[in-house]
């Protein structure tokens, strides 16, 4: 559980435009139930109404704690005031006050009926009749900032309507200024995110104290204010969260929610530790929330960190959550692509997948993903030279762009219409999925090793010749057999 508020705090004091632009009291509303969980982000908010309410789900909050939630808050540092008032009763508030579940469990999770509604807004003095109703005056009090700040009013319209300059698409390095050597996706990612985050002041970046591991720094990056008070201030757009992922994804969907377009976060973390984010980045899927996820050490090949650095499962739950576009990219071409799909024919990235390398009388198609790219195009060599099998390759970076592709387009890629041949996946991540695209896969049934980068590859055979060697064994039964 997250405190979306801390984002909603950073919103504020970043979007200050002017010591007399209109200001708001930052405060969240936490039920008593919320506090429980440990709440080490807590103590970068700023104000929190607790409603304490003594009501969970399940009946009384002493079913499951006791615990004293006001001496917790003091411990972490908050000034805490107690508010007596006509919402109190006993010794906590009174959740559902004008309703007719008033002070029971089922004001914490059912739904009001509509006389209940009416009922509650004539408690608190509101007009029963009036619904998702904006100050009356809210449009008076914009015109009159526009009035008095013209340049300021102009740049607050701009990126409350989420613009970004005519010339941002410039920002991105062409293809002739990428390296076409072999590089890691965490410094592609970074050559692209970095020129962007300098010039377009609708980025906000950050990492868990992983800024030198993920390489998503810019130079004069100005930092966000903090606390240390070495460098940084509100102006700042680069945040440093510390080892917090989850809060890390919950800032960011708020950043990115209050008000759409403001700005667009852009955070990163090695994938394997994006399973402590799962829950903030569902629901910021679930919100429709623009948000960019830089999931760096995506392999078995992180190396001697081992098992417990190498996701081998984790990706299927992103390819499977709705309005996520999971991109692995094979080289820093279709890293640019991932930022920028219109733009990424850069080479199919925008269609989530294409074909890599063709040949016309192939007898296998092999599917490349990220890092094992280079096995599939390695076997495909191998199986030419000394198998004498023609193979086409064929990148699958993002399946569900692929996915919404016409249907031409996904029976040509793959070549379905054209007879049956075997179609081997190739990735060191587990199989699940993959049964939609191809019928054989090159793949992970276990936990990866603690052994250096190539070294575990080699250990569970993603190697050029062995793969050959599998894929040429299965050619073969197909052609006795059938596929």
């Not at 040949?359 to 599939?376: C, Y």
């Not at 054989?440 to 080699?458: H, N």
Request: aromatic share 10%; charged share 25%; hydrophobic share 40%.
């Amino acid at each position: 559980m997250g405190m979306a508020a801390i984002g909603v705090a950073l919103w504020k004091y970043v979007m200050k435009y002017s010591p007399r632009n209109l200001n708001f009291f930052n405060r969240d509303q936490e039920p008593g139930g919320h506090l429980l969980p440990p709440r080490p982000s807590a103590g970068r908010q700023h104000h929190l109404v607790h409603d304490n309410n003594q009501i969970t789900c399940d009946g009384s909050v002493d079913l499951c704690n006791t615990e004293d939630v006001n001496a917790k808050m003091r411990a972490w540092g908050w000034h805490v005031l107690e508010v007596a008032g006509r919402l109190l009763r006993r010794r906590g508030h009174l959740i559902g006050i004008g309703s007719k579940v008033a002070g029971d469990a089922k004001a914490h999770g059912a739904a009001y009926g509509s006389e209940d509604v009416r009922s509650i807004k004539r408690a608190f003095g509101m007009d029963p009749d009036e619904h998702f109703a904006l100050e009356r005056d809210w449009d008076a009090r914009l015109a009159a900032y526009a009035e008095h700040h013209p340049r300021l009013h102009a740049q607050l319209a701009l990126r409350v309507e989420g613009k970004f300059p005519r010339d941002w698409r410039g920002m991105i390095p062409g293809k002739e200024a990428l390296s076409s050597e072999p590089m890691a996706s965490r410094k592609s990612a970074g050559l692209i995110c970095n020129p962007l985050a300098a010039g377009l002041e609708n980025l906000m970046v950050g990492t868990p104290d992983l800024s030198p591991s993920v390489a998503m720094m810019w130079n004069d990056k100005p930092d966000l204010r903090t606390e240390c008070g070495i460098d940084g201030n509100y102006a700042g757009r680069y945040i440093h969260f510390g080892v917090r992922e989850h809060t890390m994804a919950a800032i960011a969907n708020d950043l990115a929610a209050f008000n759409k377009g403001s700005f667009l976060p852009i955070i990163s973390s090695f994938l394997m530790f994006y399973i402590y984010a799962a829950p903030t980045v569902r629901m910021g899927a679930l919100q429709g929330i623009q948000a960019t996820h830089i999931a760096t050490h995506d392999s078995i090949g992180t190396g001697e960190d081992g098992p417990t650095r190498q996701p081998i499962a984790l990706a299927q739950l992103y390819r499977a959550m709705p309005n996520v576009l999971y991109i692995r990219p094979c080289d820093t071409e279709e890293t640019a692509g991932a930022f920028y799909p219109e733009y990424s024919s850069r080479e199919g990235v925008q269609r989530g997948g294409y074909v890599f390398v063709e040949d016309d009388d192939s007898e296998v198609t092999l599917f490349g993903v990220g890092a094992e790219m280079r096995f599939a195009i390695e076997a495909r060599t191998i199986l030419r030279r000394d198998f004498s099998i023609k193979a086409r390759a064929i990148s699958l970076p993002c399946q569900h762009l692929f996915d919404a592709q016409p249907p031409r387009y996904k029976r040509e890629v793959p070549r379905y219409h054209q007879g049956q041949i075997p179609r081997v996946a190739i990735e060191a991540y587990a199989v699940n999925g993959w049964e939609r695209y191809a019928n054989a896969g090159f793949t992970m049934a276990s936990f990866g090793k603690s052994l250096p980068g190539k070294e575990v590859y080699k250990y569970f055979g993603f190697d050029g010749a062995v793969i050959a060697k599998e894929v040429a064994r299965l050619v073969a039964d197909g052609r006795r057999d059938g596929i």
